[in-house]
Nanobody
Framework: QVQLVESGGGLVQAGGSLRLSCAASGNVFSIHSMGWYRQAPGKKRELVATITGGENSVYADSVKGRFTISGGDAKNTVALQMYALKSEDTAVYYC?????????????WGQGTQVTVSS
């Protein structure tokens, strides 16, 4: 089992910035990658960014150049720095950890944190 605790989020004006953080505990040695997903009202949960081994990161096209993911290394924390926020970034943001053990891949999720961007 892996537990994920998120912090950050809130209300910000368009063009502003926010930072999300997530700390993992429990069976952390099984974590392969960590990342952030988001879900806006009436929409499916979507990938924002992931990072593997503290180096290899993947971003959604919609956030490239505006968001930066960091961590995901042995410290078992991951952060998402968000700049130039837009109203369409408004969503609940979820921290994710993908764990890998022999013969099994499993995802864990945080409780979610609300990000609201006012225009």
């Amino acid at each position: 089992q892996v537990q994920l605790v998120e912090s950050g989020g809130g209300l910000v004006q368009a063009g502003g910035s926010l930072r999300l953080s997530c700390a993992a505990s429990g069976n952390v040695f099984s974590i392969h990658s960590m990342g952030w997903y988001r879900q806006a009202p009436g929409k499916k949960r979507e990938l924002v960014a992931t990072i593997t081994g503290g180096e290899n990161s993947v971003y959604a096209d919609s956030v490239k150049g505006r968001f930066t993911i960091s961590g995901g290394d042995a410290k078992n924390t991951v952060a998402l720095q968000m700049y130039a926020l837009k109203s369409e970034d408004t969503a609940v943001y979820y921290c994710n950890a993908e764990t890998r053990t022999p013969g099994r891949i499993k995802d864990y999720w945080g409780q979610g944190t609300q990000v609201t961007v006012s225009s």
